[in-house]
């Protein structure tokens, strides 16, 4: 046994949570919420959120040194586990070389290089600090390069917080129940379109009723900010269709899936081919990264090449290059989602069993490693069946599994992510912990 508890071994045990709480009484009279982001604050699931204090492979321990099997990743950036020795050693290596030059570096060509390698689709390629910053850029970009306005996105659909893609969102805005932001001026809001996801009728008819209007379709090829819900056959390719015949730009937001459902994300997953691609999260390997890219002739509108403009003090930053480069070096070694594949469908299957072994209506959406189960007696399939989900037993559930020393995402409507670091016996745990509580639920 090791000098904490192992979280491999332990039953419910009443944490002690002193610190966190501590810290978080203090967080609050300095931070919105007492968090940088809001998903972080539990306000999905109720109670105090953890402080985590360190993290090594698929655990984390929290402030009062709690161990827990980690499933959140970070939201998803940490594919091949938290504080990976490669990962470190880059990170180690870069910083005696400066943190930020504001000038060109060699990391920047070198993960361009290799973005291109497992994205074909992108000629071009663009660092940012942010998925948010990705997106946004990319819809400046469509808009920019096309002359129209209006954006397509879908119900449930998260891109960040840039004001055009805060209406109907996922993720945050999902779980604390607010779908649109005070804030985004009704302008705004009104050049964006929102439709239901897995509905290609509803866009079909939007180009319809809006020719030489739609500047370009986001879409996230697998939903992960509605919980899981994967693309229906034939609705991404009907979306690429629809927007090569309009000339409307063909947006993939892969800044989750991008790395995640394979090397070269969902497009290469599922043969479909975007006219951008924006990515964020396993790109940078745990840093700060964002990224957008794609045909050469829309990028080569971004400034200083032509007059769209995108800038960034910390863009292409060193030593988010470098974890991202150790971090892609380790996906692109033979094997690797292979074994993500068997570790997420042993979950899936286990999660699965228990519930129905204790008669608790549930329902699991995966795509690769990513998956979310749903408290629903119902196939989620977009925002509104998502919707439906018991989100009062999603976070029964969630403490329940706390106490057994596994960390779920704090939010019915996120995705649980399982990365290289986890083993077989780690997701035995996590199905006996769930047996043991499911019947409570
Ligand atoms: P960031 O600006 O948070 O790096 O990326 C925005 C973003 C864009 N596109 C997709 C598909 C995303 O999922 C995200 C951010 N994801 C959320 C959780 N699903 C980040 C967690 C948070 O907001 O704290």
């Known amino acids: 046994m090791t000098a904490t508890t192992d ?21 609050q009279r300095h931070l919105p919420g007492g968090v940088n982001s809001p998903v972080r604050a539990f306000r999905g699931v109720g109670g105090t959120p953890l402080f985590i204090g360190r993290a090594q492979g698929a655990r984390v321990w929290d402030a009062d040194g709690n161990e827990y099997l980690d499933y959140v990743a970070s939201w998803g950036p940490l594919i091949a586990g938290h504080a990976h020795p490669e990962v470190v050693r880059a990170i180690q290596e870069a910083a005696p070389r400066g943190t930020s030059y504001g000038a060109p570096a060699e990391g920047e060509v070198r993960l361009a290089a290799l ?22 850029s990319a819809l400046r970009l469509a808009r920019g390069a096309t002359g129209r ?15 055009g893609l805060l209406v109907q969102a996922g993720s945050g805005p999902l779980t604390l129940g607010a779908p649109d932001s005070p804030g985004v001026p009704a302008a705004t809001a009104a050049q964006t379109l929102s439709l239901p996801y897995n509905d290609l009728g509803a866009v079909t008819a939007a180009f319809e009723q809006r020719p030489g209007q739609i500047a370009a379709v986001i879409i996230e090829p697998v939903a992960g900010n509605m919980g899981v819900v994967p693309a229906a056959p034939g609705f991404l390719e009907g979306l690429r269709e629809l927007c090569t015949q309009h000339g409307s730009v063909f947006i993939l937001d892969e800044v989750i899936t991008g790395f995640r459902v394979g090397w070269g994300g969902a497009q290469a997953r599922f043969g479909v ?23 050469r002739d829309l990028m080569e509108c971004v400034a200083p090449l032509g007059p769209v403009y995108q800038a960034g003090t ?12 150790a971090t892609l070096e380790l996906l692109r070694r033979p094997g690797v989602y292979e074994q993500l594949e068997t570790l997420a469908t042993r979950l899936e299957a286990g999660l699965g069993d228990a519930a129905r072994g204790a008669g608790v209506a549930y329902t699991a959406n995966r795509v690769g490693s990513m998956l979310t189960g749903f408290f629903s007696d119902a196939p989620v399939t977009d925002y509104a069946t998502a919707k439906r989900s018991d989100a009062a037993r999603y976070a029964r559930f969630f403490h329940a599994l706390l106490d057994r020393g596994v960390y779920f995402a704090p939010s019915q409507f996120e995705a649980a992510f399982v990365s290289l670091a986890h083993t077989a016996a780690d997701v035995d745990h996590t199905v006996a912990a769930t047996r043991e509580v499911m019947r409570q639920l």
């Open 7 to 27: 979280a491999t071994t332990r039953t419910a045990t009443a944490r002690r949570t002193a610190r966190s709480a501590q810290l978080f009484e203090e967080a």
């Open 115 to 136: 973005v291109k390698e497992a994205f074909p689709s992108i000629d071009l390629v663009r660092f940012v600090n942010s998925g948010t910053e990705a997106t946004m």
């Open 149 to 163: 306005e209006l954006i397509v996105k879908f119900d449930g659909g998260y891109h960040g917080h840039a004001d």
């Open 273 to 295: 081919t975007p006219d951008l691609t924006c990515l964020g999260k396993i790109v940078g390997g745990g840093l700060p990264v964002g990224a957008y890219g794609g045909r």
């Open 314 to 325: 910390l863009s292409g930053n060193p030593l988010a290059m470098a974890a991202g480069l």
